[in-house]
């Protein structure tokens, strides 16, 4: 079965503080992975992909990811957050590259000022 | 400008109606997606298309019809509606192709409620 978990369902840290959200996913074969972003009743917002090279992939807004074949894993981090950041975090894996984009439940991050 | 705009934003249906959910997209991606998002369970997808006259099943399509006419309208049919299809439903294009990674490129979601 391919899947995705994010561990957390919640996250609070101040603004200016670094925050890393977590994301593991199952299948050991081609992948690629995707960081997405929702705030609250919008619809979802590319952040990052991964799918070959440079396992630390760049995004939108200081976010970064790292890709990890050992610990099957991506996780994404901000060095300094800041109080717009806080928003519900979604993890995408699809084995194909397109069509069957499987998502994490999600994390729900709340940055206080 | 929003490349991909759902309608109607918001909807309230009977048990046994017929619900059509829209999609239009300006961003002249072959992929279009659609996923309802349900409290615990994420995401999930209800059904794609490669382009304009295909329709493919997700991994819930039970209950859903979807139809692609054009390249830029893709739209969910829910023929008898149920209160277990309350959601908010999202529809999405994809720029993927190729063995390029896709991005997808989200509406703002529609809530359907059925009671």
């Known amino acids: 079965t391919q899947t995705v978990s994010q561990s957390d369902a919640h996250v609070t840290v101040f603004e200016g503080d670094s925050v890393e959200l977590r994301c593991n996913y199952s299948?050991?074969?081609?992948?690629?992975l995707s960081w997405y972003i929702q705030h609250h009743g919008r619809g979802l917002q590319f952040l990052l992909k991964?799918?070959?090279?440079?396992?630390v992939v760049q995004g939108v807004n200081g976010f970064e990811a790292e890709f990890s074949k050992s610990d099957s894993s991506f996780h994404l981090r901000k060095a300094s957050v800041h109080w717009s950041d806080s928003a519900v975090y979604f993890c995408a894996v699809s084995y194909t590259g397109y069509q069957n984009f499987y998502f994490g439940k999600g994390t729900s991050l709340t940055v206080i000022p | 400008e929003a490349a991909v705009t759902q309608s109607p934003r918001n909807k309230v249906a009977v048990t046994g109606g017929k619900v059509t959910l829209s999609c239009n997209q300006t961003n002249n991606h072959n992929n279009m997606y659609w996923y309802r998002q349900d409290t615990g369970h994420g995401l999930r997808l209800i059904h794609y298309?490669?382009?304009?006259?295909?329709?493919e099943k997700g991994d819930i399509p039970d209950g859903y019809k979807a139809s692609r006419p054009s390249q830029e309208n893709f739209s969910l049919i829910l023929e008898l509606a149920t209160p277990s299809q309350t959601s908010v439903y999202f529809c999405?294009?994809?720029?993927?192709?190729?063995?390029?990674?896709?991005?997808?490129?989200f509406g703002s979601g529609t809530r359907l409620t059925v009671l």
């Open positions: 299948y050991g074969g081609s992948i690629y």
């Open positions: 991964y799918y070959s090279g440079n396992p």
């Open positions: 999405a294009s994809g720029d993927g192709g190729q063995g390029r990674a896709e991005t997808l490129y």
């Open positions: 298309s490669y382009g304009a006259g295909s329709t």
